[in-house]
């Protein structure tokens, strides 16, 4: 089977079709969609008007991204990291907080010894193994007192 030449060339798809291709991959923040669009050198204006007509639509929702990111990083790290994370990622506080508010049921002390025991299982033997645990937990975004009630935590029950 051969292909014909196409007499016109192939016209790139609209900004709309743009914004509902990227969507359907996955979540996306207006911050976020906005930095992606402006590198591609889309008008501002433009911009705004497409991702105010996907909110309207419900393709577009920063508290649905907020809790899709709060869900993707719960158990990996701490809340204070996820609460960076969404800061960074463009999102206002209040639809921060309101995404944050899932985590409020569980213990932080509980959560870190949890992803400790999945990654390490085992007490440190000397300070080198304990220091390597300890920036371990605190580059998830754990409090230094959480990291050491951890290591504190595991040493009791060796």
């Keep these: 089977m051969t292909r014909e030449p196409q007499d016109s060339p192939k016209q790139p798809p609209s900004l709309k079709a743009t914004v509902i291709r990227m969507l359907a991959r996955r979540e996306y923040g207006r911050a976020e969609l906005v930095q992606r669009l402006s590198q591609r050198g889309v008008a501002a204006d433009e911009i705004e008007s497409v991702l105010d007509e996907m909110t309207a639509l419900g393709f577009l ?81 754990y409090s230094t007192g959480v990291a050491f009630k951890v290591l504190k935590i595991v040493r009791s029950e060796d």
Excluded: N
């Excluded at 990996?76 to 907080?97: C, F, Q, S, V």
């Excluded at 309101?98 to 300070?127: I, N, V």
């Design 61 to 141: 929702s920063d508290a649905r991204y907020a809790e899709s990111l709060v869900r993707q990083k719960q158990g990996r790290y701490a809340k204070r990291a996820i609460a960076h994370t969404l800061k960074e990622r463009g999102l206002d506080r209040d639809t921060a907080e309101a995404a944050l508010s899932a985590l409020e049921t569980t213990d932080e002390t509980d959560e870190a010894l949890a992803l400790w025991r999945k990654r390490f299982g085992a007490p440190p033997q000397d300070e080198r193994e304990r220091h390597r645990q300890l920036r371990f937990l605190l580059s998830r975004g």
